[in-house]
């Protein structure tokens, strides 16, 4: 990773245990590429759901939620895949061409269904993601309130 640009934004890992949220912020490095962030958060042991959402320089997002089964996956807006890495990484590993250069459209890839079992169906995170005037933090911000960890997300956005 050496000379590698550092990409602003932030990354954290959401746990649910014994019907209890926690939030933790993952090392900026998560940012950089999927794998970072896939290897951060499998290094979180918990009995529980484990996922991370990834606030990319106030242009997209990704929730990876990682499983023995391999990663599943969601890119707020595929064209990202053009101009950032962790978003080809997620196209990559999701088996998608990335858009052409001159597609002005924003759409997501990946799993809308990725937080169906935690309160959040795909018809709702998919009109979370078409909210293309909010910012992808405001985004997550929505998810977090939807599925029930609002407070804690908020509290760890404070202190970061």
Same mark, same amino acid.
């Given at each position: ?14 746990? !649910? @245990? ?7 912020? +993952?090392?900026?490095?998560? *940012?950089? $590429? ?13 009995? $529980?759901?484990?996922?991370?959402? +990834?606030? &990319?320089? @106030? ?14 996956? +969601? *890119? ?20 998608? #061409? %990335? %858009? ?10 990946? #799993? /809308?269904?990725?937080?169906?079992? *935690?309160?959040? %169906? $795909?018809?709702?995170?998919? &009109?979370?993601?078409?909210? &293309? #005037?909010?910012?992808? #933090?405001?985004? /997550?911000?929505?998810?977090?309130? !939807? ?8 509290? *760890?956005?404070?202190?970061?």
């Amino acid at each position: 990773m050496a000379g590698q640009e550092a990409v602003a934004g932030f990354a954290v890992a959401v746990v !649910r @245990e014994d019907g209890r949220w926690r939030c933790t912020a +993952l090392d900026a490095s998560a *940012l950089s $590429g999927l794998d970072a962030a896939i290897t951060a958060l499998t290094k979180i042991r918990s009995t $529980g759901a484990i996922f991370g959402l +990834l606030a &990319v320089d @106030e242009e997209f997002f990704v929730i990876v939620r990682p499983s023995p089964r391999g990663a599943s996956l +969601l *890119l707020s807006d595929a064209a990202a895949a053009l101009d950032y890495d962790i978003a080809a990484d997620v196209l990559d590993m999701l088996r998608v #061409d %990335p %858009p052409d250069e001159e597609d002005e459209s924003i759409w997501p890839e990946g #799993d /809308l269904e990725i937080l169906a079992d *935690l309160g959040l %169906p $795909g018809v709702e995170l998919e &009109v979370i993601v078409g909210e &293309v #005037d909010n910012y992808p #933090d405001e985004q /997550l911000q929505m998810i977090a309130q !939807r599925c029930g960890f609002a407070d804690q997300f908020a509290a *760890l956005l404070d202190d970061m």
